[in-house]
């Protein structure tokens, strides 16, 4: 509207501007032409007309003849003398015999032409009683000159119809075109404009969108999440009901992302998006917090065994094979569940307590886990837990190793022994070390852990050395361990007091500790190796080292992750594990590596790793881990060690359900 308004303005003033400079071009047009006749006058007139006022007949006659010879446009010419005596009016009867005040006395006293336009009548009533017939004219007044003396004026009137049609029609073309061309420079304007604007509007709701979505996945992030979480919670205090968070990180997401290139991996990412969306409520939100992080917002669930269930679901969702390019790919989920109001109270809180249950499920290779206090460092429950650790390890009676027998294939032979750590906790009975290994590692009591573990199997290796038993017994080092070599020195002074040979002694890494440092690990691993300690990488094929890296490593074992183990058999044998370990046994073997296989728990997996060419098995088919005073007697080597080893429910893990979870 404001712009139609100043376009309307500048169209206005426009026209009004042109036609006062045309009509200005047409007066003085008419006043040059004026100006022509004027000498012709006085040429006629006797100088002395002007003194006396009065005009000779001659004179007269004269004039009425130039009159006539003039073009058809001269309608009137009429002489003063300086003093406003009429001398000549060639139409009498048309006007006054006055002349008009302003323009006479401008020609007289300044001796200036004026020019205006006038409306007279001709042919006007001579006593016939006939009406004049109306022209416009333009009446010039141009002073009269004698000797350089002004004598008097001239009044020239010429037909001014023409001119002021013609400049009435250009006018009208002027106003036209000026219309027109300000109409269609508007219309440019305005679609400019307005294509602009949208413009602008686009990329404005573009930059909000972008701010509340997640341009890979097109799924909310973060902030929209909290802001649905938020709502949610609202409406569930108004509803009585609760509101479920469900935080799954992608398993060896890292890998894949180095091994297969971003490219593969944010592909990835967009299917995994695509199957939640598509498995999911319209109401529950799906969202992408970063990375191989995704969120699963449940409004108004009724139970925490609801949202558990849904994460299983959701966790099931990752079953069939992943595309990847042509290449089918099996990926793992970890998920947390944390609810409110039973976990948390607001939706910061609830956030940070479905991280811990996925960091657990994560470092418990679980799957699921909901939220536990337990689990959470900062939790009341783990702080009590992490001071009764501490008076633990100081007066040495809660914390035992169990023995798990190792199993050479080729005889059923027990090989050694792997020492376990177990806590028997005054009020939580038997704590298994995935409870407080990592808690131990968090709070560095890890050093005091180990140092206790090498003691402990050191000194029950030199009891059985003196038993006549030489089997060795391995001991889990922490990745936190394998930082400083002050562990080997540890392991030498214990091996020295306790007069235990350092071939009986083993160590087991991680992998993931391996690959963590490498460059503060290889060092300390070669000091064990050089003092004649055996290395093993325990669960192997979960990290992301290649078997030709640990060529170059003082490594003699790697002991295969149980978890490729179990898919070996079973309910759903996994389709390709047994190409997998197949492939991880050969390499290793040519490298000259001894292969361990963890978690074997029945005879088909046995028959199927001895097949594939595993040197030692390890596992509940021949015995859970058992305090060392279990261990059978070593003059009865003679019965299969299945048999005479295997205690108690031989499916049921040593992580009994009462130890504290
Ligand atoms: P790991 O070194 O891989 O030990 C093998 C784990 O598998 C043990 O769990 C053992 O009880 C379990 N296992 C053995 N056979 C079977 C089987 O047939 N089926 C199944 N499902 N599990 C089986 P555990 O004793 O709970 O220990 C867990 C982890 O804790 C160990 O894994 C080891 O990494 C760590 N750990 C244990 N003791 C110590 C220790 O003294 N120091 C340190 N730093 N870590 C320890
Ligand atoms: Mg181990
Ligand atoms: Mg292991």
Do not use: C
Not at 77 to 82: G, V
């Amino acid at each position: 509207m404001v712009s139609i308004i100043a376009v309307l303005v500048l169209g206005g003033g426009l026209i009004v501007t042109t036609t006062m400079i045309m009509r200005q071009q047409a007066l003085s047009a008419g006043a040059s032409a004026a100006k022509l006749i004027e000498p012709s006058v006085r040429d006629v007139v006797p100088e002395s007309s002007y003194t006396t006022g009065v005009l000779g007949p001659e004179a007269e006659r004269d004039l009425k003849r130039s009159v006539t010879e003039f073009s058809e446009q001269l309608v009137g010419l009429r002489l003063w003398n300086a003093d406003g005596t009429l001398l000549f009016d060639a139409n009498p009867s048309t006007s006054a015999p006055f002349p008009q005040t302003d323009p006479f006395d401008r020609a007289v006293r300044d001796g200036e032409v004026s020019a205006r336009v006038v409306t007279i009548t001709l042919g006007a009533t001579d006593g016939s009683g006939t009406a004049g017939r109306q022209v416009t004219a333009l009446s010039v007044y141009v002073p009269v000159t004698e000797n350089a003396v002004r004598v008097g004026a001239l009044e020239v009137v010429l037909d001014y119809t023409e001119t002021d049609e013609a400049l009435r029609e250009a006018v009208q073309v002027v106003a036209t075109v000026i219309s027109v061309g300000l109409l269609v420079l508007w219309l440019l304007l305005f679609r400019t404009v307005r294509n602009a604007s949208k413009r602008l509007q686009t990329s404005a709701l573009e930059n909000a969108r972008l701010a509340l979505l997640d341009p890979l996945t097109g799924l909310p992030n973060r902030r929209m999440l909290l802001d649905r979480m938020r709502r949610a919670i609202d409406q569930a205090e108004e509803d009585g009901t609760g509101v479920g968070l469900v935080l799954l990180d992608i398993d060896r997401f890292k890998d894949i992302n180095d091994s297969l290139g971003h490219d593969r991996g944010d592909e990835l990412l967009v299917q995994v998006a695509h199957r939640l969306r598509a498995a999911l409520r319209e109401r529950d939100v799906v969202a992408r917090l970063g990375g191989d992080e995704f969120a699963i917002l449940l409004p108004a669930i009724r139970s925490v065994a609801n949202a558990e269930r849904l994460a299983q679901r959701v966790r099931n969702l990752f079953n069939p094979a992943f595309n990847l390019g042509g290449l089918e790919l099996h990926v793992d989920s970890s998920i947390g569940v944390a609810t409110l109001p039973e976990h948390a109270v607001d939706a910061s809180g609830l956030m940070r307590k479905a991280d811990v249950a996925m960091y657990t499920a994560k470092s418990h290779r679980v799957g699921v886990s909901v939220y536990s206090p337990d689990e959470d460092d900062s939790s009341p429950a783990r702080l009590v837990l992490l001071g009764d650790l501490h008076r633990a390890l100081a007066d040495r009676q809660e914390l035992v190793l169990f023995y798990q027998p190792k199993i050479a294939l080729a005889n059923d032979q027990v090989v050694g022994y792997e020492a376990l750590m177990r806590w028997v906790h005054p009020t939580r009975g038997m704590l298994v070390p995935d409870l407080f290994i990592p808690l131990a590692e968090q709070s560095g009591l890890i050093h005091d852990l180990t140092a206790f573990a090498l003691e402990s199997a050191i000194s029950q290796l030199a009891r059985w050395q003196g038993e006549g038993r030489e089997t060795p017994v391995a001991v889990n080092l922490s990745a936190h361990n394998l930082t400083s070599p002050q562990v080997v020195e540890t392991i030498e002074e214990l091996l020295h007091a306790h007069q235990v040979r350092p071939d009986l002694l083993e160590v087991e890494i991680t992998e993931t500790a391996l690959v963590a440092d490498p460059s503060r690990v290889v060092p300390v691993l070669e000091q064990l190796a050089d003092i004649g300690v055996l290395v093993s990488i325990d669960d192997f094929g979960i990290g992301n080292t290649s078997i030709s890296q640990l060529r170059d490593l003082p490594v003699a074992r790697i002991k295969i992750d149980r978890t490729f183990i179990a898919d070996l058999t079973g309910t759903h044998p996994r389709a390709g594990s047994e190409m997998i370990v197949k492939a991880m046994v050969d390499l290793a073997h040519s490298f000259g590596l001894e292969v361990v296989a963890e978690g074997v728990e029945d005879p088909d997996t046995e028959g199927l790793i001895r097949a594939l060419g595993v040197d030692q098995a390890q596992g509940f088919l021949y015995s859970q881990p058992i305090p060392a005073a279990d261990v059978p007697p070593v003059e009865s080597p003679g019965p299969r060690v299945r048999q005479s080893g295997r205690r108690g429910p031989r499916a049921k893990p040593a992580k009994t359900p009462q130890a504290g979870r």
